[in-house]
């Protein structure tokens, strides 16, 4: 049940560290990797883009997709892949849910088969303010696989900034259920800005609830907290 926790204020570093995380793990070995969305993952896509790493002959797993945004709508995780890594950093096979489905549960199902046959090596994870991660929202099970998710108000007002309005938010995602995300050997968790210090503050002090997801964390025993809130650098055990 440890926690590595790395805090470091300064955000370049931030990133290059987690860059560093990344590039270690693919010398040794690491072949598919879960990746996530958001606006904590853009400088450290920047930071992979302008690097010499080639992901040819790796794989890439997304986290989740908006249901019913086109594929080419700008706020599409699709999109959002191709514009800030895919493009310039091709992986071999990149896989992601199909926000473009008639059929999102049967796509959910679809893709958590396509889970089972991988082996996520490093998932990379951010941190919703309510502390979901994925699109999985306070009170999913522990047990849950990919599904189909309604967003909450707090989630679709987080992500209003990314649209024109918060109507055009969409309401319902597809996303790897928190067993799906659990079955990853390494996880690292990036949460920068103090609209995330309850959700980490949660996780490192906390008890594990379903009402705060990232609480399960806890439970994983090789995750890495990367973060800028000044908590103390140290290793936690429960
Ligand atoms: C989004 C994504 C999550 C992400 C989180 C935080 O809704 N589905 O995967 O970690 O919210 O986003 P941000 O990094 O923009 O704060």
Do not use: W
Not at 6 to 35: H, P, R, V, W
Not at 219 to 238: A, C, R, S, W, Y
């Amino acid at each position: 049940m440890t926690i590595q926790l790395l805090s470091i204020q300064n955000i370049d570093q931030l990133y290059e560290k987690a860059f560093s995380i990344l590039k270690e793990q693919q010398n040794t070995g690491a072949k598919n990797f879960g990746l996530a969305t958001g606006g904590t993952m853009i400088p450290l896509y920047k930071y992979i883009r302008n690097s010499a790493l080639d992901f040819s002959h790796c794989n890439s797993v997304n986290l989740d997709e908006y249901v019913g945004l086109p594929k080419s709508h700008p706020q599409s995780y699709f999109s959002f892949m191709r514009k800030h890594l895919f493009n310039t950093k091709p992986f071999g096979i990149t896989y992601l849910p199909n926000g473009e489905t008639a059929n999102p549960e049967e796509e959910a199902k679809r893709y958590e088969t396509t889970l089972k046959s991988l082996e996520i090596d490093l998932q990379l994870l951010g941190v919703g303010e309510n502390g979901h991660i994925g699109f999985n929202e306070p009170g999913t099970s522990f047990t849950s696989e990919t599904h189909v998710v309604t967003l909450t108000n707090s989630t679709r007002k987080a992500n209003a900034r990314f649209f024109h309005t918060i109507d055009d938010v969409p309401r319902k995602a597809i996303t790897m259920g928190i067993a799906s995300i659990m079955r990853a050997k390494q996880i690292l968790l990036i949460a920068v800005g103090a609209k995330k210090r309850p959700a980490i503050q949660a996780l490192l002090h906390g008890e594990i609830t379903e009402m705060i997801p990232v609480t399960v964390l806890k439970k994983h025993g090789n995750v890495i907290v990367l973060t800028d809130l000044g908590f103390k650098n140290t290793n936690h055990d429960d």
